[in-house]
């Protein structure tokens, strides 16, 4: 199966683009795995050459591998690779993006609250995938509680694309948000070298 790569009409170039390249990435791990993720939530970050766009990037790339992830049988190595490859990276994600963003945004009363917010869901995600790691890959429990992560996790990249980048944008000089990117892309690079996947079944749902 293809990629879609296929912009909607009137999608600017560059935002066409800049998916096409996160979920390539997406799809060199297991190039066969169908990395259809349908349409996005809108956003004007896509594309951009800050932070914004960076982390854009990245949350397209984790829509695909959510959709490689569902696309692999029960029994397949595959699936254990994608799902590792996804934690590696969800987890180096939010890391590098509290690093260079949100503790940033913390500090600035007015936008402290879109801070807590996105970090407090972190936590919550990690607990999820502790959990997804601790059980067996090949139930059809398992792929149903994968399925309740993506949900969650997918709320979470939109809001931050449609609410909280946005709220930090309107506090940050366009010097600070170029500035971001770098360090983002330093640390996430180092983050997902060293991220250990913990396993853990959660007890309450
Ligand atoms: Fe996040
Ligand atoms: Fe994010």
């Known amino acids: 199966m293809t990629a879609r790569t ?15 390249t996160a979920i390539a990435k997406a799809k060199a791990v297991a190039p066969n795995r169908s990395t259809r993720i349908g ?7 896509r ?10 990037e990245d949350h397209d790339r984790h829509r695909a591998l959510f959709a490689m992830v569902q696309d692999t049988d ?3 190595p595959e699936r254990d690779r994608l799902f590792r ?27 402290t609250e879109d801070a807590r917010h996105a970090v407090h869901e972190h936590k919550q995600i990690d607990e999820m995938v502790a959990d997804l790691a601790a ?21 979470h990249i939109r809001e931050e694309e ?3 980048f946005v709220a930090a944008e309107n506090h940050l000089s366009a010097s600070d948000v170029r500035y971001m990117r770098g360090v983002f892309n330093r640390r996430k690079k180092e983050e997902k070298a060293a991220v250990k996947i ?6 309450k749902d």
């Open 198 to 203: 913990e396993e853990k079944i959660r007890l």
């Open 135 to 155: 059980r067996d890959l090949a139930s059809r429990e398992w792929m149903k509680r994968f399925g309740a992560f993506k949900e969650k996790y997918l709320h």
């Open 85 to 111: 490859e996804l934690v590696r990276e969800v987890k180096s994600h939010a890391a590098a993006e509290e690093q260079a963003l949100w503790s940033t945004v913390l500090r600035n009363p007015e936008t």
């Open 162 to 164: 449609q609410e909280q």
């Open 47 to 56: 594309g951009n050459p800050d932070i914004f766009g960076r982390l854009v």
């Open 74 to 76: 029960p029994q397949s």
């Open 6 to 20: 296929a912009a909607k009409p009137g999608t600017p170039p560059n935002e066409a683009r800049a998916k096409q």
């Open 39 to 45: 349409s996005t939530p809108a956003t004007t970050f």
